[in-house]
């Protein structure tokens, strides 16, 4: 029945079988339910009354006990063993009236007793009074199964806890997210699915709730990493909504975010990313020697900063074309990166044919020593450069600065004194390092230096 419509008390289509093997019961019955409405059926017999129950679904049989062949007892029982017959109430008629009687009627599954002779009245009132109760009890059943098809269908998994951190019920989309589509999740505690830490903060929540139900407030959502069944980490939000009901409980609804999460870091890494060469841009870099900058000051430890300029890369690109000079600064790239092996290491592109490389706690004979193993591994991918006047094959020119950082000093310093080191190197000759070894007091001496820009690198 669907909520909000007429209850049993106003409807006048209840259907109601009657079995009796009595003709003046069974007529005085019909005529009376029939005039107040209902839609009848008769049975004479167990038997019969078996098939017509099975046919047409009776809203409220009202059954005698007495009778030959097989008695109410017995019918009462087959209805009861059957799926499609188990739910309809069943009102025992009997002259029988002692309490063992009574009883065993109940005991089989009856809902009322009437005695006889039958009072017309009386059997009026105890009948709309079944069928409204029959109204109540479908109405219910069929809202729970309504809320049970939406949890069951829900695309956000579900589950209930309860004040001690143990689940008490998960929805099939909850199972799904962690992997315990099988092994049953309800019964574990939170402490298997989170963080020590964040469970514990969940758990010190539904105590103070427990505590005071009217004081509390809302969890609401956060993010949270909830461990798989096999393993691996899951990215949810969940949102959680204490409710009291004869103990306290929790709602929790989870919804999926790892695949928004996984968008969310490959929009950041693409963000740090130099999309021609495939490794650290320029903001990234600096973030990076900010972070570094930090942590030699605290330590002590000393920074050096590789500064890399390909040569003639001007006169590469106006005789290969730009498609190979785009090639040629991929591998150049590729060929830097391999050697920021730490951590603490980065290798970026700053900008058109220049580089950097920044090594933590790499003192300045270490850097040079890295620098040069950097232009020996260009030189020896033996790029062609049919106009280089420096060599046959591309080279880079590279200038190192190192220092340890202290409050006065700033990261440009580190970087006009490695660009100078570089331009040496270029003036030099190029294809060598050139480093320039200096404490923070005097790499100050070059920090206002006026970057030159030569015509033709």
Not at 94 to 99: D, Y
Not at 252 to 279: C, F, N, W, Y
Not at 290 to 309: C, H, I, N, T, Y
Request: aromatic fraction near 6%; glycine fraction near 6%; charge should be neutral.
């Amino acid at each position: 029945m669907i909520p909000g419509s007429l209850s049993y008390a106003t409807r006048r289509d209840a259907a109601i079988l009657i079995v009796d093997d009595a003709p003046e019961n069974l007529g005085a019955l019909r005529k009376m339910l029939v005039q107040q409405g209902y839609q009848t059926f008769v049975a004479t017999s167990g038997e019969r009354a078996l098939k017509i129950a099975q046919r047409v679904h009776p809203d409220l049989i009202l059954l005698d006990i007495v009778m030959p062949g097989m008695d109410g007892y017995e019918t009462c029982r087959q209805l009861k063993s059957q799926a499609s017959t188990q739910r309809i109430p069943v009102i025992f008629m009997s002259a029988r009236t002692g309490t063992d009687d009574v009883v065993a009627g109940f005991d089989i599954g009856a809902v009322d007793y009437i005695s006889k002779p039958l009072r017309m009245p009386e059997v009026s009132a105890r009948v709309r009074t079944q069928l409204q109760i029959r109204s109540k009890s479908e109405t219910h059943e069929e809202q729970a199964e309504r809320l049970r098809t939406i949890v069951n269908n829900m695309a956000e998994g579900l589950l209930i806890i309860e004040a001690d951190g143990r689940i008490q019920m998960t929805n099939p989309a909850c199972d799904k997210y962690l992997g315990y589509q099988v092994e049953p999740l309800a019964g574990r505690s939170i402490t298997d699915l989170l963080n020590p830490l964040v469970a514990q903060e969940y758990l010190d929540y539904f105590a103070r709730y427990a505590a005071a139900p009217h004081t509390a407030h809302n969890h609401g959502t956060r993010e949270v990493i909830i461990r798989h069944r096999n393993g691996s980490s899951v990215c949810m939000d969940l949102t959680l909504t204490p409710m009291y009901l004869r103990q306290p409980l929790f709602i929790g609804l989870l919804h999926d975010i790892t695949h928004h999460k996984q968008s969310e870091d490959a929009l950041q890494r693409a963000a740090m990313v130099d999309p021609l060469t495939k490794i650290a841009n320029r903001r990234h870099f600096d973030t990076f020697l900010e972070k570094e900058w930090q942590r030699a000051m605290r330590s002590g430890q000393p920074l050096s900063l590789v500064v890399l300029d390909v040569d003639h890369f001007k006169l590469y690109n106006d005789t290969l074309g730009h498609s190979a000079g785009d090639a040629c600064l991929q591998q150049v790239a590729q060929a830097i990166a391999s050697h920021a092996l730490r951590p603490t290491d980065l290798a970026a592109r700053h900008g058109g044919e220049e580089f950097v490389l920044l090594f933590a706690e790499t003192d300045g004979d270490s850097a040079y020593l890295l620098a040069e193993s950097i232009r020996a591994h260009i030189e020896s991918l033996q790029l062609p450069h049919p106009r280089s006047t420096t060599s046959a094959w591309l080279t880079v020119s590279i200038g190192v600065a190192t220092i340890h950082p202290h409050q006065l000093d700033n990261t440009e310093s580190l970087f006009v004194a490695a660009d100078r080191a570089m331009y040496s190197a270029k003036e030099g000759g190029r294809n060598q390092v050139q480093a320039t070894k200096s404490s923070g007091a005097s790499l100050a001496a070059v920090k206002n230096l006026v970057r030159a820009v030569p015509g033709n690198r």
